[in-house]
């Protein structure tokens, strides 16, 4: 099956500076990687979301980016601010005409004022 | 309603007990997921209806954990006989398509503390 892995684990940044999240997939025929920002106790909720026919997708100041090649993709958070801390999920579409989503293990985001 | 509705919102069971965690999709979504997430961890799928068919359960863990969605709206998921490792955020996501490159909108949870 699909198997999704997410670095870092945790990430600190001071408000204005960029912070970068990346996830490397294992099955190549995946075709939708969404992103969920979940805060604490609360339930995830999607940000952005990129299909296998696009390279790069950007949301004001969120983007992402995917390399089917290299089977990675990765968030772009500009200009942070402390309201971005959270629990940031990748996840990927196994093959299947409904495609269940397998979920990274998260990146925790901090961002200091 | 305007999202996806869980309830309850916390569950503390005993070992040994039986629990039923109940799903209320956005109407007229199709499709209807259930996933559990761990503490600190990312969610894990368990079980997935399109309608009222049930086309995936590949991710129950055992058969103690049943679901169902008898009229393709409502969802219930039961755990029997619950044991300690089944402790864990149990999270319901539904999409209106029956596609699956289409956003989900997960529910708040149910968080299960079995003592």
């Known amino acids: 099956g699909e198997n999704v892995e997410q670095h870092p684990s945790t990430l600190s940044v001071q408000e204005g500076d960029s912070a970068v999240i990346k996830c490397t997939y294992s099955?190549?025929?995946?075709?939708?990687f969404p992103w969920y920002k979940q805060e604490l106790g609360k339930r995830p909720q999607l940000i952005i979301d990129?299909?296998?026919?696009?390279g790069e997708k950007k949301d004001q100041r969120i983007a992402v980016t995917l390399n089917k090649t290299a089977k990675h993709f990765s968030l772009h958070i500009t200009e942070t601010q402390p309201e971005d801390s959270a629990v940031y999920f990748c996840a990927a579409s196994i093959k299947g005409g409904y495609s269940t989503l397998t979920f990274g293990k998260g990146t925790m985001l901090l961002v200091s004022p | 309603g305007a999202g996806v509705s869980q309830s309850p919102r916390y569950k503390v069971a005993k070992r040994g007990q039986d629990v039923a965690l109940r799903c209320d999709p956005i109407?007229?979504?199709?499709?209807l997921f259930w996933y559990q997430q761990a503490l600190g961890q990312g969610p894990e799928f368990l079980t997935y209806f399109q309608n009222e068919a049930q086309l995936d359960k590949s991710g129950l863990p055992s058969d103690r954990f049943f679901a169902e969605r008898p009229e393709g709206s409502v969802s219930t998921l039961k755990i029997q006989r619950t044991q300690q490792e089944d402790s864990a955020v149990y999270l319901c996501?539904?999409?209106?398509?029956?596609?699956?490159?289409?956003?989900?909108?997960f529910g708040s949870g149910t968080r299960l503390t079995v003592v």
């Open positions: 109407s007229g979504h199709v499709s």
């Open positions: 990129i299909r296998s026919n696009v």
């Open positions: 996501a539904s999409s209106p398509s029956g596609r699956g490159d289409y956003g989900y909108t």
């Open positions: 099955d190549s025929a995946s075709n939708y």
